[in-house]
């Protein structure tokens, strides 16, 4: 949990600015429709907010601020994870486009 001391620093910045992305927010959603088995009538694109996008990075990473991304090594590397999935999720929407 971070402390009063702890500022975010880098990856604080890069999580908060992944989560406006609406890019993301699609992404979050055809994560969720694939692992639920969803149709896109279930759960349209669009669904997800930034402030959804902000839970789904601190509940993955097990942090209460993103702040503590800077901070907490196990943390950082699912964070690294995340970014590093989205970016092969747009890859290949890019490619079937």
Request: positive net charge; hydrophobic residues 35%.
């Amino acid at each position: 949990m971070a402390t009063d001391q702890q500022k975010g620093g880098r990856l604080a910045r890069e999580a908060a600015m992944l989560g406006d992305l609406p890019a993301f927010g699609l992404y979050l959603d055809a994560r969720r429709r694939r692992q639920h088995g969803m149709t896109e009538d279930q759960l349209p694109d669009g669904t997800h907010t930034p402030e959804d996008a902000a839970d789904a990075i601190r509940r993955a990473c097990g942090v209460q601020s993103r702040a503590e991304l800077d901070h907490n090594e196990a943390a950082a590397a699912m964070f690294r994870r995340i970014v590093a999935d989205f970016g092969n999720w747009k890859r290949r929407r890019e490619g079937a486009c």
